[in-house]
């Protein structure tokens, strides 16, 4: 995957939020079963593609990490981040940014 910039700079008008892309995460995870299975479904069985949608926080240490919420100090400044996801890179299949 290519390498995309995925924070911006903070221009007049815009708000510390504004500067994190907007994002539409495609990735396979793990799919279960605690049942006994016939070969044949077994053999059916496949990874799950998920999507995540939300702002790139960073992309360090291996992971993405993607969060939908935030909250401001009294300055008006993020503090703190909600419903959030990080993700391992090597599942990653493709990462869009939403206009």
Known sequence: MTKKKYRFKRKPGMTEADTYANVEVS???IVSDASWLEAKAFDKMKPAMCKTTGKIYNRAGGCTRIFADWS???????????NV???PNSVIKDI???K
């Open 96 to 98: 869009k940014v939403k």
């Open 72 to 82: 401001l100090d009294e300055d008006g400044n993020m503090d703190s981040y909600g």
């Open 85 to 87: 996801t990080v993700i």
């Open 27 to 29: 990735w396979t995870d």
